[in-house]
């Protein structure tokens, strides 16, 4: 089961593995292109620092961020933004990220699921369509932005270098005003 939820806690810890040695997610998918290197005390700090600030939002507040726990377990995090590479976004039209931080828990539809369920979130709170960002090379996420319904709205070419190569910058949209969604 995939369970979209508030930070608690013991989450820290897993943000402290996730940045400073089980660094695969980041250092190879997720913006490899701008990853720095970090210490277990300096990640602690930020995601304590992190977790008092959100700790005490009342229910009705709106989340930019949630944890996604599969079966029972931590396991990445979803989010949204209005700050796009490379692309003006005057109406502030959210863009979704999503990392699957474990391994293990990767192709077996978590994150489209964590993803589906984060922007029917953002769509009750009033969100007319979304944006997603990733590069020619992710094909995971290009994958799961294809089962959610996104479609092409920008692209640049070979602005990415990951492993030596060039890849292209893109940027996709869900329209959330239709009636049906995938």
């Known amino acids: 089961m995939i369970v979209l939820r508030d930070m608690k806690p013991s989450d820290i810890e897993d943000y402290v593995r996730w940045f400073t040695t089980e660094t695969e997610w980041g250092k190879e998918w997720d913006a490899p292109w701008e990853w720095e290197e970090t210490t277990e005390e300096a990640e602690r700090e930020s995601w304590t620092e992190y977790y008092e600030s959100v700790k005490d939002l009342s229910p009705e507040a709106p989340r930019w961020k949630f944890e996604i726990e599969f079966d029972g377990r931590h396991v990445g995090w979803v989010s949204r933004y209005f ?6 976004n005057p109406e502030k039209i959210p863009a979704v990220g999503i990392d699957i931080a474990e391994q293990d828990a990767r192709s077996h539809g978590v994150g489209t699921e964590a993803l589906r369920q984060f922007i029917d979130y953002l769509k009750a709170q009033g969100a007319t369509c979304v944006y997603t960002q990733t590069w020619s090379g992710n094909a995971r996420m290009l994958r799961t932005a294809k ?9 640049v070419k070979d602005l990415r270098t990951v492993r030596g190569k060039q890849y292209d910058a893109l940027t996709l949209k869900l329209d959330l005003d239709t009636e049906e969604q995938p």
Do not use: N, S
């Open 83 to 88: 700050d796009l590479d490379h692309l003006e």
């Open 147 to 155: 089962k959610l319904g996104f479609v092409p709205y920008d692209r």
